[in-house]
């Protein structure tokens, strides 16, 4: 699990761009280290692959797998917003964060929430949608 210390919305930016690029490295086994998991939101490794591969192929995408943001183009315009604050007061924020997928930026974004800890905060996925 990785630590967000300080907590603001650069640092919690840097830390979903290191998870993503975990993705992008096929560290499925990392990523899925990288984050919390909480009761009824468990992400093994293979689920984290078979997301983008399932994704992959319902949008007939050929080559399924993460992209580097850097070099990313095409598609929908990426959605990365970071709001502080929460609806429950055991986090202090949430994210919204689209998945580049095969060279493109898709509409498959990871939803997180940002988990109070002691030393900081933590990154709890909490689901992949198309949005």
Not at 26 to 31: G, H, L, R, V, W
Not at 84 to 109: C, H, Q, R
């Amino acid at each position: 699990m990785h630590i967000i210390n300080p907590v603001t919305q650069e640092s919690i930016r840097q830390a979903i761009e290191e998870w993503v690029n975990l993705l992008v490295e096929e560290k499925y086994t990392e990523a899925s280290a990288y984050i919390v998991h909480e009761e009824g939101t468990v992400w093994p490794p293979e689920m984290l692959k078979e997301i983008i591969t399932d994704y992959s192929s319902r949008a007939q995408v050929n080559n399924p797998k993460v992209t580097d943001p850097a070099t990313a183009s095409g598609g929908p315009q990426p959605r990365h917003d970071i709001k502080m604050s929460s609806f429950n007061p055991k986090y202090v924020g949430e994210a919204w964060w689209d998945i580049p997928i095969s060279g493109s930026w898709s509409d498959l974004t990871a939803t997180f929430l940002v988990k109070e800890h002691e030393k900081g905060a933590t990154l709890v996925l909490e689901d992949f949608r198309v949005m």
